[in-house]
């Protein structure tokens, strides 16, 4: 049976023998499930209850006022997007699911708790990319400096109680794969989040307390030859009384400077020959959201 792995930060800190360990720990997720249960991120508790709090008041506020900041393009990949208005499986309808997108010039003008999360989980997803990055046999600045850009999307994401049966095949948010190089998602414990394994079941990925779920996207997979695989994920409308409730998530999308071009590793290159052409990342990510909205 598949499972997500826990792996423990701070062991990444600790000294080389404890770093080496969980490098390959970290190497083994990602080429196995391509999802991993971080504990001990460095994000206190208490920002991330902030951040709860503001999603809820925001995605609380009249359909009216939430609309004036909505999303407009995306180049700009920011503001309010409306319930059915995204289509992550555009083989479906279009999600249950009611989302704010923020970048970081966005951040500073929202709530000082938002600004301070952006940051944070900044400085968490360099240390991951870092660790991916000694798990590849890299330099360890080498996706860090591609990043520097900080060219982030925080997403705050609201998936109201069901008010009517959903359309055939209608779920919370359709089966797809991250577009970036990682993703960091907090949840609350409401469930639904489901991850498809390289055999092609899908597994629960319910909350565990205290700890940052990441992924990988589809640009380091395209980096890494599919050493490091980008996942399909979904969340299910649940098929029992939390049919009811309110599920909240917040995403930290993490993406490269829009002019790195993403190219075949060559420590990557060992098993078989580069199975994509190169793409700038900016160039891809508009791609994709072209194809999603």
Known sequence: MVIIPVIDLTAFNN?????????????QACHEIGFIYLQNSGISKDLIN???????????????????????????????????????DPNKPGDLKEAFNVN??????????????????????????????????????????RHNQQNHTLRLLHYPPLQTPPKPGQVRAGEH????????????????????????????APA???????????????WTNHVFCSTKHRVMIPSDSRVNQSRYSIAFFCHPNDDTEIACLESCQKEQSPIYLPILAGEYLLSRLQATY
């Open 104 to 145: 970081k010039q966005d951040a500073v003008g929202i709530d000082t708790s938002i600004v301070a999360f952006y940051d944070n989980c900044t400085k968490l997803a360099n240390t991951i990319l870092q660790a991916y990055a000694l798990a590849l046999e890299l330099p360890e600045d080498f996706f860090t400096t």
């Open 50 to 88: 902030q951040v709860f709090a503001y999603s809820k008041y925001f995605f609380n506020l009249p359909l009216k006022v939430k609309q004036k900041q909505a999303w407009n393009n995306e180049f700009s990949n920011t503001g309010y997007v409306g319930i059915e208005r995204e289509r992550l």
């Open 15 to 27: 000294g080389n023998a404890a770093t080496r360990q969980a490098v390959v720990k970290i190497y």
């Open 177 to 204: 794969s991250d577009y970036g190089s990682i993703t960091l998602l907090f949840q609350d414990d409401v469930g639904g989040l489901e991850v498809q394994t390289a055999s092609g079941e899908w597994i629960a």
């Open 208 to 222: 565990i307390p205290d700890t940052v779920i990441v992924n990988t996207g589809d640009l380091m997979q395209r």
